[in-house]
């Protein structure tokens, strides 16, 4: 019954394969502090709403996202969280921007690019081994959208990346002997995403 009323109110997400947990919430007043503040997502729910609901506009505030992601602990480590923004302009276009909101092993954000620095990760060609000391077993940021103009039409939703892995070819000529197809990319960072957050009226 609490699988289909998530359902119904669009709170869910969904990953590229594995078993990724991803929380994605949309308030006012959330502050740093909720990042480790026990009942965490007892108090987001309370200051604000989760994935799939309709915040209401603010127009003395900038909203604030909470996002927070677990690693499968049978997959690789978590590579950085994105927050994705899609917006109507006052002219009338569409657009879009992705901001890296946390980064593995504590790195912060470039303040200009809004990326996280390069990581270390890698793939063993041989085996398909990573090394599992690149990413974090889990991720979680609270962001404000310092950008935000109350007259355009906006949406936001949270993405997940894991470090590199092996694609399914890759792993199919290493089963085989043989070298990877070379038109085909080796490997491939799986991820989580989450229903949208939409910006409604007042």
């Not at 990326?115 to 990760?121: I, L, M, N, T, V």
Request: charged fraction near 25%; hydrophobic fraction near 40%; aromatic fraction near 10%.
């Amino acid at each position: 019954e609490a699988i289909f009323s998530a359902f119904k109110r669009k709170e869910t997400f969904a990953t590229s394969g594995p078993r990724i947990k991803l929380r994605f919430f949309a308030g006012y007043g959330y502050g740093k502090q909720i990042l480790n503040t026990q009942g965490a997502v007892h108090l987001a729910y309370k200051r604000g709403v989760a994935m799939g609901g309709v915040l209401p506009i603010r127009r003395d505030a900038s909203p604030e996202f909470f996002v927070w992601a677990i690693a499968d602990p049978n997959s690789a480590p978590l590579q950085r969280i994105q927050i994705v923004k899609g917006w109507i302009d006052r002219s009338g276009q569409a657009r879009e921007t992705v901001i890296d909101v946390a980064c593995a092993k504590g790195l912060v954000p470039d303040a200009i690019t809004h990326r996280c620095p390069e990581s270390d990760a890698w793939v063993d060609m041989d085996d398909c081994s990573y090394n599992t000391e690149a990413g974090s077993a889990q991720l979680k940021a609270v962001w404000q959208d310092s950008e935000f103009d109350a007259e355009e039409p906006a949406f936001y939703y949270a993405r997940v990346l894991e470090n590199p892995t092996c694609r399914w070819s890759t792993w199919d000529a290493i089963r085989a002997g043989a070298s990877p197809r070379p038109d085909l990319p080796a490997t491939i960072q799986e991820r989580a995403w989450s229903s949208a957050i939409q910006m409604g009226g007042s």
